[in-house]
């Protein structure tokens, strides 16, 4: 170890060497990050090319094409439902729908979640009624929904909010009820405040269950969203599916699928983002410095 520091310390005699040591470890595990990084990219894009070439090959041979089109056929009639079928006019009203009643369902989940766990006797009187109404399939209400808001965009909306809601509120108690009680007892004793507690105890151990409630119900906004346009609309990606399914037209429901799994996807690395941001923190989470 004394060679090491001596080493060291002849690189940059005016830096320590534990630091010099420290810096050096990052840089290697910021390398093997990349390493593993490109790895999985390009291993993604194998499993792709793969995949899709069996699927081209095998349609039409081993399975029929009224079943399961081709992906150069949905690529076909996805430009046509571009060009033709004013494809971005029906998408920006799905985008609307899922993305509000997203926000919408996110936010009063976060809210009420923390406002009910804080207050342990509340809790304990709502909680059955909170699991009676977390057991009623969401999707059963969009009939409801639509009878209360009209055919418009806000039952879409009240419809992605309630898939949301339920999973963010359940998640925010899981996670505000997990911090450590000493923990919070030592805060006490050391003169924090409540405000302290939530920011500095409360909300770090929380954040865990948060983003992974944000990232499921990424899908849940938009099936929700998609679910009250099948019932009634006459715009949206969820109206173009069901008016191709009415055609028995596969390659166009496939492309209408395709076309909702490419903005989750979207979706999910906003959130993905947003999670390595607030979970910079915990070393499992955070990315490492990008050293060359």
Do not use: C
Not at 256 to 272: A, S
């Amino acid at each position: 170890m004394a060679t090491g520091d001596v080493v060291l310390s002849r690189r940059d005699p005016s830096r320590p060497a534990g630091r010099q040591l420290l810096e050096q470890v990052e840089r290697q595990e910021a390398r093997r990050a990349r390493r593993d990084r490109r790895t999985t990219l390009l291993g993604r894009l194998a499993f792709g090319a793969v995949f899709f070439l069996g699927w081209e090959l095998s349609s039409g041979r081993i399975v029929d094409q009224f079943f399961v089109s081709k992906p150069s056929a949905i690529a076909a009639s996805l430009w046509a439902m571009a060009t033709k079928e004013l494809l971005f006019y029906h998408l920006q009203f799905t985008i609307i729908e899922a993305t509000v009643g997203y926000l919408i369902g996110a936010v009063a989940g976060l809210i009420v979640g923390f406002a009910l766990a804080r207050v342990e006797v509340v809790y304990r009187i709502v909680e059955p009624f909170v699991v009676g109404f977390y057991g009623i399939p969401r999707i059963a209400l969009a009939p409801l929904f639509i009878l209360w808001f009209g055919i418009g965009i806000s039952s879409k909306i009240a419809v992605a909010a309630v898939m949301v809601f339920f999973i963010v509120f359940i998640n925010t108690i899981a996670g505000v009820r997990s911090a450590p009680p000493q923990l919070l007892q030592v805060a006490r004793v050391m003169g924090a405040s409540e405000w302290d507690l939530v920011r500095k105890v409360i909300f770090p151990a929380a954040t865990p269950f948060i983003i992974a409630a944000l990232q499921i119900t990424v899908p849940q906004a938009m099936i929700g969203a998609i679910v009250g346009e099948f019932i009634s609309s006459n715009r949206g990606v969820g109206h173009l599916i069901s008016r191709a399914a009415g055609w028995l037209d596969t390659p166009g429901l496939f492309a209408g699928i395709f076309t909702l799994l490419v903005v989750v996807l979207v979706m999910n690395l906003g959130i993905n983002l947003l999670g390595a941001h607030l979970m910079r923190w915990n070393p499992k989470h955070g990315s490492m410095r990008d050293v060359p």
